[in-house]
């Protein structure tokens, strides 16, 4: 088996709770992600019936990417001290 065989890579998209099982975040906190705007729908996110589903790579490019966009970035409590 090669190395890339042995990965196992997420599925494309995920539901909210397949995406907070893989990430630090938790089910909650994806939901806030969503009613914020932080994560985009058509971007991020895509709507099956009323159930979001989340775009594994997007959602990976997001945390690698950071919070580069101030508007967009989650403030952390310290930052408002």
Same mark, same amino acid.
């Given at each position: 088996? *090669?190395? &890339?065989q042995s990965v *196992? /890579?997420?599925k494309p998209y995920l *539901?909210? /709770?397949?995406?907070?099982a893989l990430t630090p975040w938790t089910e909650q906190a994806i939901r806030s992600m969503i009613a !914020?705007?932080? =994560? @985009?729908?058509g971007e991020h996110f895509f709507h099956v019936g009323r159930r979001? =589903?989340? !775009?594994? &790579?997007a959602i990976v490019?997001?945390?690698e990417?950071?919070? &580069?966009?101030p508007e967009t970035a989650i403030?952390?409590? @310290?930052? @408002?001290l």
């Open positions: 088996m *090669s190395p &890339e *196992s /890579r997420p *539901s909210v /709770r397949e995406l907070a !914020k705007g932080t =994560l @985009r729908e979001p =589903l989340l !775009k594994w &790579e490019a997001f945390i990417a950071g919070h &580069e966009n403030p952390h409590y @310290r930052d @408002r």
